[in-house]
């Protein structure tokens, strides 16, 4: 079983950038699909984006052209790379791995969840 855990997270002004990293463990990280949610109080985790483990990648709607996620297998690392951040971007962000079949932007369809990283975005 892998084990996902994330850092990187911290405070930025409006339109800098923060680049997120996913660490795994246990297993090599290129087996999986991973994917970026987020969930902001109040609101339900979303999708940011998916890195599937052919290499492909999927993004939010909000998050295209924004948000790039790459994958360096020597580190065994999943990272998020977060530019033109906006206020509305203030969450914490988890990375997970794909499980099981279904939709593939469904919370539910992924397990071994890091703890999570705290992102804030001040206006």
């Known amino acids: 079983q892998v084990q996902l855990v994330e850092s990187g997270g911290g405070l930025v002004q409006a339109g800098g950038s923060l680049r997120l990293s996913c660490a795994a463990s246990?297993?090599?990280?290129?087996?999986?699909?991973i994917g970026w949610f987020r969930q902001a109080p109040g609101k339900e985790r979303e999708i940011v984006g998916i890195?599937?483990?052919?290499?492909?990648?999927y993004y939010g709607d909000s998050m295209e052209g924004r948000f790039t996620i790459s994958r360096d297998n020597a580190k065994n690392t999943v990272y998020l790379q977060m530019n033109s951040l906006k206020p509305e971007d203030t969450a914490i962000y988890y990375c997970?791995?794909?499980?099981?079949?279904?939709?593939?932007?469904?919370?539910?369809?992924?397990?071994?969840w890091g703890q999570g990283t705290q992102v804030t975005v001040s206006a």
């Open positions: 997970a791995a794909r499980v099981l079949t279904g939709l593939a932007s469904s919370p539910r369809n992924y397990d071994a």
């Open positions: 246990g297993r090599r990280v290129s087996s999986y699909s």
């Open positions: 890195r599937w483990s052919g290499g492909s990648t």
